[in-house]
């Protein structure tokens, strides 16, 4: 286990958190350094990024080529275009290859795609009974980062500029060329198709997101299965220095209408992934998200939910796993993507600790809650890198900046929804 200090030129935290401050100080993570926390973080990146490969792709392929369909029964249905289409950070003609495997989606997606949980049978009835990739998983979270606009960077302020009305205006126009219908609905109603634009934005902006994490994690999990990855630091840090490595990757929104590219959002206007997507993900998904329907009362005399966006506090660091588990609800609908795809030896840990096949989404969850605490770490060292000053800086002053900044960061988990209490003992489960 990692040895937990604190910097010899300041004297120890008196925050809550206090044990925690001292770990990142440390280098390390909000979740403590343990074989069995780093086994189940890596083993669920793993099972998360298989879903994750049909996530960005549909997402990209609702953007692109879906786009203002007002009937989009097939929309979960990739064409073998976008299966075949080529990650940008994977395969050996990588922009950047942070994953060892092939570019074109993976075998074990797609093996799942044929067959499913019950045979080779046609698409369509797959979907229909539900065996398949819950794309409404992917949705919800797309809507979380539209709904909780204004997180900073320029690709949001971006979407409300006469530029990018002119942009839109000019795609609409062209899809629905050969439709008067739509055509008219649209002069009528400009401010509604507008609105529908800006949110297959987001569907483009959250693809160009996961098209990185997909690689990122299944390289995590190579490593691991290698030796090369053998403790929770070494985890986080593999996830710093992507951030760091991927951090410029443009943030864009192209439509293809009859083999014309229409640039909505042009990779010229400088968008990044760090800024403009990752950031935005973490603090949209991770913390705020919205009450999922039917744990919540939305109706403002009730009081259940909070006034003011700013004080949401339904994401996956603050989720309390058994009504999170109720059916239909989106995480839930992510741990049943994920249970087609767990490593052996996660199916191995879950069949020892357990209450039977049917606790096994609820444990997903809480190792899916673990492992994006560490993801949360990885983007809370990365600003402090960005921001502030190296954890072994000789100078007090500067030690004591980046405490403030990781009190800070920690102030928000002092809720007592949040879950960074529970994950530093292996009996929650």
Known sequence: MQTQTKSAKLPPSTHEFSEIIHRLEAGGAMLPDTPENLMQIIGIYKAYAVPMDFYWRDLLYIAE????????????????????????????????????????????????????????????????????????FAEACMRAMFWHREMGGKFDPYLDTDEYKANADRAIKA?????????????????????QVRQLSYYSNLGLFWEVMAPVFFEMSDLYDEGKITTVPEAMNFL?????????RPIYHHVYIDGECYEIIPKSKGFMWLYE?????????????APFRGTKSYN??????????KDFHYGILYADIFPVGTAGI?????????????????????????????????????????????????????????LLYPLDDPNPRHLQANRDFFEAQLDRFKRPEARLRNIQTPNYR
Request: glycine letters at 4%.
């Open 330 to 386: 989106p995480p839930t609908l992510l741990m049943q993507d994920m249970f087609h795809f767990l490593p052996p030896y996660l199916v191995e840990y879950y069949q020892k600790h357990c209450r039977g096949e049917e606790d096994m989404l609820i444990q997903l969850a809480n190792t899916f809650q673990r492992s994006m605490y560490c993801v949360t770490s990885a983007v809370i060292q990365a600003l402090r890198t960005a």
């Open 240 to 248: 710093v220095n992507g951030i760091f490595a991927i951090a410029g």
């Open 175 to 195: 899809y629905f060329k050969n439709n008067p219908v739509m055509l008219s609905l649209y002069q009528l109603f400009p401010d509604m198709f507008l609105e």
């Open 277 to 289: 997507a990752a950031l935005p993900y973490v603090e949209a998904v991770f913390y705020r998200t």
């Open 300 to 309: 403002a005399q009730a009081q259940e939910v909070p006034q003011d966006q």
């Open 65 to 136: 080529r879906v786009f203002l369909d007002p009937l989009p029964f097939f929309k979960y249905f990739l064409p073998q275009e976008y299966l075949d289409l080529h990650n940008h950070y994977a395969g050996d003609d990588a922009d950047l290859r942070i994953w060892r495997g092939e570019a074109t989606v993976h075998p074990e997606l797609l093996a799942f795609i044929e067959k499913g949980e019950t045979s080779k049978i046609p698409k369509l009835l797959h979907h229909l009974w539900h065996d398949r990739i819950n794309m409404e």
